[in-house]
């Protein structure tokens, strides 16, 4: 079966800090896609990266960034200088393809807070 | 953009009512999905649909939950006799069909809040 693990269940740090988010996967599938999704206090999820498991690159975008590593099955996602809006929770995901139509395994879920 | 959209935002209900959960998908999109969220926990799959049936259902999707697709753009869960472990955040989403990176990215709804008294 497919796993997510999150094995920061809160996280808390300085504006302006450096922040990493772990996350952890198992699957069988050769072929699988890996996300990031945002959870603000209003409770909505927003999307912020998909990966497939054929791109191992990793990836920048502004002041976020992904460590996409095959080999330890993890899909680690940094915040470079923090601030107050990125406290939020942020939760992995990995998706499993069954007939054509999706199920995304979600992990349990990090609670960012930024403190001023 | 496109969005998906859902309603109510909040919904109050009494044990043992049934309620029913809207969602409207992105138009040119034909894989649908409902996943609830707990207060205070991950995010978990409840059912998937395409081609006016369920192509795949977790453990938590028993008999009193049912999903249907009613006309051409709308997207319906209902809970048959709601219990107070029902409470939870209830999101839509829904996805292309097809091939290529595109159609494995789901479009979330902003969620329905019920709350069973």
């Known amino acids: 079966a497919q796993k997510v693990t999150q094995a920061q269940t809160e996280i808390s740090v300085v504006e302006k800090e450096d922040v990493t988010l772990d996350c952890v996967y198992e699957?069988?599938?050769?072929?699988?896609?890996l996300f990031w999704y945002k959870q603000p206090p209003s409770g909505e999820l927003v999307f912020l990266i998909r990966?497939?498991?054929?791109?191992?690159q990793n990836e920048i975008s502004g002041r976020y960034s992904w460590n996409f590593q095959k080999s330890t099955s993890s899909f680690n996602f940094t915040i470079t200088a923090s601030q107050v809006v990125d406290s939020a929770v942020y939760f992995c995901?990995?998706?499993?393809?069954?007939?054509?139509?999706?199920?995304?395994?979600f992990g349990q879920g990090t609670r960012l807070t930024i403190n001023p | 953009e496109p969005e998906v959209t859902q309603t109510p935002s909040h919904q109050v209900t009494q044990m043992g009512q049934e309620v029913i959960l809207r969602c409207v998908p992105i138009?040119?999109?034909?894989?649908f999905y409902w996943y609830r969220q707990i207060l205070g926990q991950k995010v978990e799959f409840l059912v998937s649909?395409?081609?006016?049936?369920?192509?795949?259902k977790s453990e938590i999707f028993d008999d009193q939950f049912s999903v249907e697709r009613p006309d051409g753009s709308n997207f319906t869960l209902k809970i048959r006799s709601t219990k107070l472990e029902d409470s939870a955040m209830y999101f839509c989403?829904?996805?292309?069909f097809g091939l290529g990176d595109k159609s494995y990215e789901q479009y979330f709804g902003p969620g329905t809040r019920l709350t069973v008294t």
């Open positions: 989403a829904s996805s292309e």
């Open positions: 699957t069988r599938d050769t072929t699988y896609y």
């Open positions: 990966r497939n498991s054929f791109d191992e």
């Open positions: 995901a990995l998706s499993e393809v069954l007939r054509g139509a999706q199920k995304l395994v």
């Open positions: 138009s040119n999109h034909l894989y």
């Open positions: 649909f395409y081609n006016n049936e369920i192509s795949e």
